[in-house]
């Protein structure tokens, strides 16, 4: 008897009906619909991991600041006078207002100050100044005893990593190379998108009401991209035949790459025969230079989709680079954060390529507008039924690299560290 | 603004002729996209020369061009029509909006060229019947008037920074 069906091998942790420890090919529809869940997330999945925070290249001079967050926690990323990289918490020590309420600036001076009371903190985070100290005309003021080191923002640890700055709550944990895996897969598309400095082309951002995790396994799902996004099969972008592979860093994070090799008639035709709904053979846009591009990069892998848990997706398809941040909004919500970014040293024709290729991606993208759709397909029909379990199969029940695209082993892997963070 | 400034880009300093054509132009152009006419918007370009952007507000004030929509011929705003009426159809939950204008500033810029602001709401009702807030914003146009009234750049400039869902319609 299997897992499935024999009712004394399902676990209760710490009531959703889990297949037992270990298998993740199913999860119980509860861990996208309950309050208590999403909370606990924030303590043992978001706060104690590297979350992706921002780009270097968005606070390049001294004294640029961005606000963001880190989980559903708002937190200000700032770069000192001395041109080091800090981040705290945007809520004043004193009564807990928020602190900077810009998205992005520059404070030349360095200087935070809260709008309610006008406390004064400085990059680091540390208190520098607080009004009516002591007094006036000796009355009032805090007590003599009152240390204004002991008032700073809570600080965000932080690392630049090529490029990318992350944060985390959690004091002991390993370096950011040591968290997507050490040397391997992971690290090693990370370095090769982020090979050089990179420079901002702009931001979209969309909120799509569903759960984050439903997200984070359509980013860790490469057999959907051929199904679901026609404008990929139809212009030969992505097919599931494609040369391409999974590989899984430390079992949590997770890289999809496809080639833009041919792959054998038989295969193709038969990849055909497996998508029920028609494409259209022999298509052509008025302006195929949208599809023209440049190669980048000698391995002639056109498409990248790097997941790093919890909250970051990195990606390269054809020319389109872009970091896309997972912030949870509550349990049936998520914002979704585009920074489409090029590198420094790109020439205005390149610049162009990739303005025009955007196109692809983003909230109206031909290769992603449907990701945020199926997410919500999935939030408004699961309700009610918190033990009944998805089925996640395609390719096994375990979780391996794998070279080629017809695989949800990914999912797998990422449920599998989520339990085991989530005690589940 | 100053005052000279104002009479300027004053919807009064083009004639009410130029004025009218290029109301019933806004007019065509979200009726079109009201109804899910692509072709119908397609036709509110000059077939000539043209383009659309849909960006936010955030972008633009930071000279950043990317952002939903970019298409900077009108080849692609062609392709475009065909996205959402062949490529898409069938895999998305279509929506119904409703555009909702009001014209702010309009001045001449030589010959039948117009530069023109409009301001927009658009709400959207989906399946289910619910109706909300998809966007608000201005447009940036450039507008050929000859008789009739045609688009020869529209930028839709998104106060709203974060949008609802996803996008199928241009703005």
């Known amino acids: 008897m299997d897992a499935k069906t024999d009712p004394s091998a399902i ?226 972008l992505y097919r599931s035949s494609q040369v391409g592979g999974v590989s899984l860093g430390d079992e949590w994070h997770s890289v999809l790459f496809a080639s833009a090799g041919e792959e054998d008639e038989s295969t193709k035709k038969e990849n055909k025969e497996n998508a029920s709904r028609t494409y259209q053979e022999g298509y052509t846009l008025a302006d195929m230079s949208l599809l023209a591009g440049r190669k980048e990069y000698d391995d002639g892998v056109t498409l990248v989709i790097l997941s790093i848990m919890p909250s970051l997706v990195v990606q390269q398809i054809q020319n389109t680079l872009a970091v896309r941040q997972i912030l949870p909004k509550g349990v049936d919500q998520f914002e979704l954060v585009w920074t489409y970014f090029g590198y420094d040293d790109d020439d205005a024709e390149m610049d162009a390529i990739r303005e025009k290729q955007v196109n692809l991606i983003g909230p109206a993208g031909l290769i992603s507008m449907e990701d945020g759709e199926a997410c919500e397909l999935v939030q408004n029909a699961i309700i009610r039924d918190r033990d009944a379990r998805s089925c996640i199969q395609m390719s096994g029940h375990d979780f391996k690299d794998e070279p080629h695209l017809v695989t949800e082993g990914p999912v797998r892997s990422f449920w599998n560290r989520y339990r085991l963070l989530m005690d589940f | 603004m100053s005052d000279q400034v104002r009479s300027d880009t004053r919807l009064s300093s083009v004639s009410r002729d130029v004025r009218d054509q290029i109301a019933d132009l806004q007019a065509d152009y979200i009726a079109a996209l009201d109804s899910q006419d692509m072709k119908g918007w397609l036709a509110s370009f000059d077939e000539n020369n043209s383009s659309y952007f849909c960006r936010s507000k955030e972008n633009e004030d930071e000279g950043l061009e990317v952002g939903y929509m970019f298409d900077d011929c009108h080849e692609r705003i062609c392709d475009r029509v065909k996205f959402v009426d062949e490529i898409w159809a069938g895999t998305f939950e279509e929506y119904q909006t409703r555009h909702f204008l009001q014209p702010t500033r309009c001045k001449s810029l030589g010959e039948d060229l117009y530069s023109a602001q409009t301001n927009f709401t658009v709400m959207y009702t989906d399946d289910a019947g619910i109706t909300k807030v998809l966007a608000s914003g201005c447009y940036d146009d450039e507008i050929v008037v000859n008789g009739v009234a045609r688009l020869r750049s529209r930028k839709a400039v998104l106060d709203t920074n974060v949008v609802p869902r996803y996008m199928v319609y241009p703005i």
């Open chain 1, 11 to 236: 676990s209760h942790l710490p009531d959703l009906a889990w297949p037992p420890a270990g298998v993740s090919d199913s999860v119980p529809f509860g861990v996208f619909t309950d309050q208590a869940t999403y909370d606990l997330e924030q303590e043992r999945v978001f706060r104690p991991t590297w979350n992706y925070l921002a780009l270097e290249a968005e606070i390049p001079n001294a004294g640029d600041y961005k606000s963001t967050f880190l989980g559903d926690t708002p937190v200000v990323v700032t770069r000192d006078t001395e041109g080091e990289i800090h981040a705290w918490v945007n809520r004043c020590a004193h009564r807990g207002a928020m602190v900077c309420r810009e998205n992005q600036g520059n404070n030349a001076d360095g200087t935070y100050t809260c709008v309610y009371h006008q406390w004064a903190f400085d990059a680091k985070g540390d208190l520098i100044g607080v009004p009516f100290r002591r007094g006036l005309g000796g009355k009032g003021g805090y007590p003599k005893d009152f240390d204004m080191k002991e008032h700073g923002l809570q600080k965000v640890r932080v690392e630049n990593y090529h490029g990318l700055i992350f944060g985390t709550f959690n004091e002991d944990l390993v370096d950011v190379e040591g968290f997507l895996g050490g040397e391997g897969d992971v690290s090693y598309h990370m370095k090769r998108i982020l090979n050089r400095p990179l420079k901002v082309l702009g931001h979209t951002r969309q909120f799509v009401d569903s759960n984050w995790k439903i997200y984070a396994e359509n980013t860790k799902d490469p057999y959907h991209a051929s199904l679901l996004h026609l404008f990929h099969m139809t212009f030969g």
